[in-house]
């Protein structure tokens, strides 16, 4: 079935550092892509998404590209703050199957000390 | 401020208790989600309702029993719990439940944190 697989975490950097956090899907058919975050004591939020292929989603400095060819949704972003600090979920709608289903990743906890 | 409200935020039960959780959104969406969140394992989708009809039932254990008695409000009834079922139980909700290319965003509440001893 679909799936989602992030990279491992956690990720320590420091402030302004650059961020990647990997992220690779499989789907049978053209799955939307997302991003949610998660900061501590909260629920998740939407951070980005991208619709089909090539679509960039951006927000708050975060970007990710929805990548066809290699199955693939990076988030980065050129410099980060402490308010950063939470943990990132990549996810899928895998809507071709039942009402819209999102699919998520474990999730990478970010840290970024000051 | 959240437009998805869940109460209580934290929750420790016995095995042998009942308890219910509470969810409420305030944004006028049709679907209703519950989602629990376990350490080291992805989120998993457990309920889902669609204008207060079940539309979705993931293979839950029955000791988890979901009320929808309205597109507002949304439960999660507990009874004879066991420790592993021990996590963050997320509600969340969306303005439908489609099966088109744009289902998102979901918004979620803040969760209840629950801990059976």
């Known amino acids: 079935g679909d799936s989602v697989t992030q990279m491992e975490g956690p990720v320590t950097l420091s402030e302004e550092a650059f961020l990647t956090i990997n992220c690779t899907y499989t789907?049978?058919?053209?799955?939307?892509l997302f991003w949610y975050v998660q900061y501590p004591g909260e629920g998740l939020q939407l951070l980005l998404k991208?619709?089909?292929?090539?679509d960039k989603g951006s927000n708050k400095g975060f970007e990710a590209t929805y990548r066809k060819e290699t199955t693939s949704f990076h988030l980065e972003k050129g410099s980060v703050q402490v308010s950063d600090s939470a943990v990132y979920f990549c996810?899928?709608?895998?809507?071709?199957?039942?009402?819209?289903?999102?699919?998520f990743g474990k999730g990478t906890k970010l840290s970024v000390k000051p | 401020e959240t437009g998805v409200t869940q109460t209580p935020r934290h929750l420790v039960m016995g095995m042998t208790n009942k308890k219910s959780l509470k969810c409420e959104q305030h944004?006028?969406?049709?679907?209703m989600y519950w989602y629990k969140q376990s350490a080291k394992k992805p989120l998993e989708l457990m309920f889902v309702?669609?204008?207060?009809?079940?539309?979705e039932n993931n293979s839950v254990p029955s000791r988890f029993s979901p009320e929808c008695p309205n597109s507002s409000h949304l439960f999660l009834h507990l009874h004879t719990l066991q420790p592993e079922d021990s996590a963050l139980y997320l509600c969340?909700?969306?303005?439908?439940?489609?099966?088109?290319?744009?289902?998102?965003?979901?918004?979620f509440g803040n969760g209840t944190r629950l801990t059976v001893t």
């Open positions: 969340a909700s969306s303005q439908d439940a489609g099966t088109g290319p744009d289902l998102g965003p979901l918004h």
């Open positions: 991208a619709t089909k292929a090539d």
């Open positions: 996810a899928l709608n895998d809507y071709g199957g039942s009402q819209g289903n999102l699919i």
């Open positions: 309702y669609s204008l207060e009809e079940r539309v």
């Open positions: 944004l006028g969406h049709n679907a």
């Open positions: 789907a049978t058919g053209y799955p939307s």
